[in-house]
């Protein structure tokens, strides 16, 4: 059993697939299905098959090459059991409790609702990799669609209890839209500012600004640092529960 080759693969405006291959075995899996001619065109250009489709919730821009993949390659497509009735194509639905792998190598599924309500992340804890769709982005969060607040920060706070060095990729571009918005709450804050500086710098190459990491969210991602004091203060909510200063800071980025 090799290493993982990754391969990050912008799809549609601004969404990610991230195909994942094994060497030794041959098995490529791809993590979400925004479009089925971007991926097989990938697929193509490196001579691989798709063998496995994970899928981290139900909305178009995340299955929409789903039926296409599976015609084509006979692809297993795994995705949450809450939502099976609206995801076309599942062969296997999985929960928390489910005994997942690819290629042999070993994957964790947490729930994470909130943007969807059976919105799955994906972990993998001996590759140090998480795929974590449209509930955590980096500087960012996905909107709260189907769920509640309190759920939410409930799923993010899974995210955010993985090892520090874990590699984050998640399912949009929307890292410098996120920056400009996480500076106006948390100004002083010296690492998020350097993040945002290099985040500037890649987008200005044409380049992805993930992965990301764990460590490096939790230290400028301002919907994992309800404990900063600089955000309570500029809030006028020292002291209150977390999950209150993250549900204020969502309803003001909706609005920003
Ligand atoms: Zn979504
Ligand atoms: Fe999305």
Redesign the pocket.
Known sequence: MGALEIVLLPCLADNYCVLLHEPDSGETAAIDAPSAAAIKAALVERGWRLNHLFIT?H?A??TGGVAELKAFYGTTVTGPEAEADRIPGLTRAVTAASDLEFAGHPIKVLETPG??LGHVTYYFPNDGLVFT??TLFSLGC?KI?EGEPEMMWDSLSKIAALPDETEIYC?HEYTLNNARFALTVEPENEVLKKRVAEVEAMRTAGKPTLPTTVALEQATNPFLRPKSRAIQARLGMLGAPEWEVFARLRQLKNKA
Request: net charge negative; no cysteine.
């Open positions: 919730h909305h821009d995340h943007h969807t769709g449209d996905g669609f399912g």
